[in-house]
């Protein structure tokens, strides 16, 4: 079965400093994987995603992700956190069984920025 | 594009009533529609996967009595919580996938349910 594992339920930083989130997940078959990000109240964004190919990924607003199969890791990072990068950060695996349509989302993970 | 809408955005309904909160493609037919529910400070919890014109699948544990969905056209689906309960107060979010991406899927911006 697939799941996904985010070290670090809460994470603080400060404006200006690297951001890095953890996500590691479990899949007998290549998987996709998925960052999306949670502002308070609202749905998930999508902030990047890797399916084939490259394994350094680049999304929206300055983020990253590697996708590195012998670690079975996929952590997304930000060179410079802003204080409006503050919200909840969820990590997504999709593989079979349930087919390249399942989502199966980590616990989260909430970011704090402070000045 | 690939904009997902939910409606209401937040509902109040006493014990013993049923609500329904509905979940729109915008911009594009919706293949699949996912349906999660979310606790507080949780994660998101698929609840069902539904295929327009076909009866949903419910995740193991999700009561498919107590929570009716209906995907009747492209654009549509429906999650209707019969005789609601304080326990089912919670944030429900739906999602859609297309035929041209059926892997990627787009979130709506959810619907809080509050049962008294």
């Known amino acids: 079965a697939q799941s996904v594992t985010q070290l670090g339920s809460h994470v603080s930083v400060s404006e200006g400093a690297l951001v890095l989130l953890r996500c590691n997940y479990s899949?007998?078959?290549?998987?996709?994987l998925f960052w999306y990000v949670q502002y308070p109240n609202q749905g998930l964004q999508l902030l990047l995603k890797?399916?084939?190919?490259?394994?350094l990924v680049k999304g929206i607003n300055g983020f990253e992700a590697e996708f590195k199969k012998s670690e079975t890791s996929f952590h997304l990072t930000k060179p410079s956190a802003h204080m409006s990068d503050a919200a909840e950060y969820f990590c997504a695996v999709q593989s079979p069984p349930g087919g390249y349509n399942k989502l199966i989302f980590g616990a989260g993970t909430r970011l704090a920025v402070h000045p | 594009g690939a904009v997902v809408s939910q409606h209401p955005s937040w509902v109040i309904c006493k014990s013993g009533t049923s609500v329904k909160i509905e979940c729109r493609s915008l911009d594009f037919q919706a293949t699949t529609m996912f349906w999660y529910r979310q606790f507080p400070k949780k994660s998101l919890m698929l609840m069902a996967t539904s295929n327009e014109g076909s009866k949903a699948t419910y995740e193991q544990g999700v009561e498919k009595d107590k929570f009716l969905i209906n995907h009747a056209s492209l654009t549509l689906s429906t999650l209707t919580v019969t005789s609601a309960h304080p326990e089912d107060s919670s944030f429900y979010i739906c999602?859609?996938?297309?035929?041209?991406?059926?892997?990627?899927?787009?979130f709506g911006p959810g619907t809080r349910l509050t049962v008294t």
């Open positions: 999602s859609a996938s297309g035929p041209t991406n059926p892997y990627e899927q787009y």
């Open positions: 890797y399916t084939t190919g490259a394994t």
């Open positions: 899949s007998s078959v290549p998987p996709y």
